[in-house]
């Protein structure tokens, strides 16, 4: 009955960068057409380089208006 243990941390390891990998964002768009796609805002003037990036949406970043009463 001491196997059913170990056979559960090995498949806990086993699984484990698979559930890491999940919670990895997705690596921001280069170029113009992608980042439109993405539905983010592209930057002509932005980057290191100054040859453009995609940037967030400030508009969309800005969470809702509470309630007021």
């Given at each position: 009955?001491?196997?059913?243990?170990?056979?559960?941390v090995v498949a806990a390891v086993a699984f484990a960068p698979v559930a890491f990998a999940?919670?990895?964002?997705?690596?921001?768009?280069?170029?113009?057409?992608?980042?439109?796609?993405?539905?983010?805002?592209?930057?002509?003037?932005?980057?290191?380089?100054?040859?453009?990036?995609?940037?967030?949406?400030?508009?969309?970043?800005?969470?809702?208006?509470?309630?007021?009463?």
């Amino acid at each position: 009955m001491k196997l059913l243990p170990v056979a559960a941390v090995v498949a806990a390891v086993a699984f484990a960068p698979v559930a890491f990998a999940q919670k990895a964002a997705a690596p921001t768009p280069t170029n113009k057409a992608d980042c439109e796609k993405a539905k983010l805002k592209w930057d002509a003037k932005g980057g290191k380089d100054g040859k453009g990036a995609c940037v967030a949406d400030p508009a969309a970043a800005k969470p809702a208006d509470p309630v007021k009463k």
